[in-house]
């Protein structure tokens, strides 16, 4: 569930200017340059979740290391978004 929303926010993201233009109330223009805190919320719920559900059922290092390596591609992909006006594209096509 976390991980659609920051997708989805993230896509939501590039139509910010024609939500504007149009008068659609999205996420997107709701959230306006918080954006980036809410995509790291999102993220840091979605893999502090995954870690006690690993914890919960007895996982071993393959599942704590594909988590880690999960949580790295978020977290690069998050900081690399552009964030101020009308978010670009770039950063989006790697989610």
Known sequence: MKYNCILLLAYVCQDKYYDMLIGVKSTALKFGDQTKPWLTGFGTGMVSLLGLTGLLCDQTWPYYTALGLTASHLAHQVGKQGWGGRCP???????
């Open 89 to 95: 594209g770039e950063g989006v096509e790697g989610l």
